[in-house]
């Protein structure tokens, strides 16, 4: 934390300087809405304040909630919390060149991380370079996860407790796309920093990719000494829907040390497809993920330690009122349901035969307010029913959770 301090100190001292510019040479650039976009696309598909002639242009957007938990009737109370807030700042450096960083604080700043971080040099629409600390395009949430555009305050249980959510790397790569009339294809393929044993050696006692993020190590070097691949092609049809298939994989394990043998190459693939949809003349969007994992874990593990995974949401989103609401011309009233599961360790035990039951499913209606596209105030409820490793009688979760997101 005392490292951070004066990166915050600079920060702060640049937001006061912004603060003491006329207004008048401020302009807000809106998120590009005439060119169809990809998921890919999300990390430019924000809005930034340019402020006069400056060679940057800034945004971000903040989360913060209350919710009333209770798990078999055993409730902690009333909780605020400050989920997170990130900053955008972004650079037209040049003809074709151009960067962006994503700077996130978590829970009140007792975590800060640089969670993107990228110079792209643009040769051609269908290929372009990337290098720097880059988001791993698996499934679709990993890139498009700015809070203000989900109607849910948690982000899904199968992208950040089975999948590492916002998972970035040090890695270079390529992408590109092509569009035709109502069709759009893109491409991404990288090579980045990896992940380690602790995906099967954590608190969790169980196979846990997001332990890897703990590890800031993997900014610096790759435990295995080989790059992790991850790799994604989407279609979209304007009156379909957008479809991605991707794929992340590589050796997570220290096999090797100065040229001696510790231990064989174990491996960790993951596969996950994304679709959403904006169905006609109601207006229901529909975005759903699923990915399964699999993880090479040595025989000498228990069958604690799962060697496939699988899991996923879907969200489906219907506005009811679109009209001027207290001043705010454009408000939306949204009702909204989040369905999800996970299987934390899909198999059977080898000396029963009997399934392995570590699994949890979720269920959580919603309803949202927005009085801009850029502003959501959303009410949910969650009910929730996990079982454990032997399938006894599942813990049940429910309860209430309000919260607002903002970008700015």
């Known amino acids: 934390m005392i490292k951070s301090i004066p990166f915050i100190t600079a920060l702060f001292f640049s937001s006061a300087v912004i603060a003491q510019i006329d207004p008048a040479l ?16 999300a990390v430019y598909n924000r809005p930034f304040v340019a402020v006069g002639k400056l060679p940057v242009s800034v945004g971000g957007y903040m989360e913060a ?75 679709a949430f990993n890139q498009n996860h700015d809070g203000p ?64 993020k703990n590890n800031k190590e993997r900014f610096e070097e790759i435990n295995s000494g080989l790059p992790l691949l991850t790799a994604k092609v989407a ?22 040390d100065d040229g001696l043998q510790l231990d064989d190459k174990r491996r ?20 759903a993920e699923w990915a399964w994992i699999k993880v090479n874990v040595p025989s000498t593990f228990t069958q604690q330690y799962g060697n496939k995974q699988q899991g996923g949401f879907i969200d489906i989103v219907q506005p009811v009122v679109k009209k001027p609401i207290l001043g705010w ?40 307010f927005r009085p801009t596209s850029q502003t959501v105030l959303r009410l949910n409820y969650r009910h929730q029913s996990q079982r454990d490793l032997l399938g006894n009688p599942p813990a049940k979760t429910g309860g209430f959770i309000f919260g607002i997101s903002t970008y700015f």
């Not at 849910?152 to 009339?181: C, E, H």
């Not at 009156?239 to 096999?255: D, T, W």
């Open 26 to 41: 401020l302009k807000r650039i809106p998120k590009d809405t005439t060119i169809p976009v990809l998921n890919m696309d």
């Open 65 to 139: 909630n209350w919710q009333h938990l209770g798990t078999d009737g055993i409730s902690e109370g009333h909780q605020f919390q400050f989920r997170r807030m990130t900053l955008f700042v972004s650079s037209a450096i040049g003809k074709r060149l151009k960067f962006l960083s994503e700077i996130e604080f978590e829970d009140g700043a007792k975590e800060i991380s640089i969670e993107f971080a990228a110079l792209d040099m643009e040769i051609h629409p269908l290929l372009n370079l990337r290098g720097g600390i880059i988001l791993n395009p698996i499934g």
């Open 149 to 212: 555009k989900w109607e849910f305050t948690d982000r899904p249980i199968a992208a950040t407790q089975m999948l590492p959510a916002t998972w970035s790397n040090a890695g270079f790569g390529v992408y590109g796309k092509y569009y035709k009339k109502d069709w759009m294809f893109g491409y991404e393929a990288y090579l980045s920093g990896n992940f380690d044993n602790t995906i099967i050696d954590n608190a969790e006692n169980k196979t846990f990719l997001p332990a890897a």
């Open 235 to 256: 279609v979209r049809n304007n009156k379909i829907g957008e479809l991605g298939l991707s794929f992340m994989g590589g050796v997570y394990n220290k096999f090797q």
């Open 268 to 287: 960790v693939d993951v596969f996950a497809i994304d679709f959403n949809s904006t169905l006609p003349r109601l207006n229901t969007f529909i975005t």
């Open 329 to 368: 011309q454009n408000a939306t009233i949204n009702l909204a349901c989040r369905i999800e599961y996970v299987d934390w360790n899909k198999g059977k035990f080898t000396s029963t035969g009997g399934n392995i039951a570590e699994d949890l499913w979720s269920i959580m209606p919603a309803i949202s």
